[in-house]
């Protein structure tokens, strides 16, 4: 599972094993060190996510199964006219083997800065696909 840490106006992403975070919920404290050793000494919040299919996690819905509601503002709509309200498919608020991204805000900071334990990686370049043309 991605882990992204958001922290002031930077964020840092990360890969973790999913069965640590099962049966969280959005709004649960967790330790860094569950994210990564070197972080122990940071607090995180779960403040959202999404699933394998997409489908972002709805604080107000709750458990882990993906539940089609009505909804007219917030997460997992975007708002295009004035009164519109839709149906759609959502996620639970309580993470799940199943969850691929699950977004944290980091509440009390640890010994060690985010951009030592996280290290900016460059991006390899895209080959042009029509140059062979």
């Given at each position: 599972?991605?882990?992204v840490?958001s922290?002031k ?14 049966g969280k ?9 569950l994210?990564k050793?070197?972080a122990?000494?940071?607090?995180l919040?779960?403040?959202?996510g999404?699933d394998s299919?997409g ?7 709750h458990?882990q199964a993906i ?20 149906a759609?498919?959502v ?6 083997i ?18 030592e334990?996280f ?7 895209e ?7």
């Amino acid at each position: 599972m991605k882990i992204v840490i958001s922290h002031k106006e930077k964020s840092y992403q990360t890969e973790a094993d999913s069965a640590q975070f099962s049966g969280k919920k959005i709004g649960d404290e967790i330790d860094g060190s569950l994210v990564k050793a070197e972080a122990a000494g940071y607090k995180l919040v779960i403040t959202g996510g999404s699933d394998s299919s997409g489908f972002p996690m709805r604080r107000d819905v709750h458990g882990q199964a993906i539940k089609k509601i009505v909804i007219g503002k917030g997460t997992g709509m975007r708002k295009t006219v004035k009164g519109l309200r839709m149906a759609k498919r959502v996620h639970g608020n309580t993470v799940e083997i199943k969850i691929a991204q699950l977004n944290t805000k980091v509440v009390l900071e640890g010994e060690k800065k985010l951009d030592e334990l996280f290290p900016k990686t460059e991006k390899k370049e895209e080959k042009d696909r029509n140059k062979d043309k």
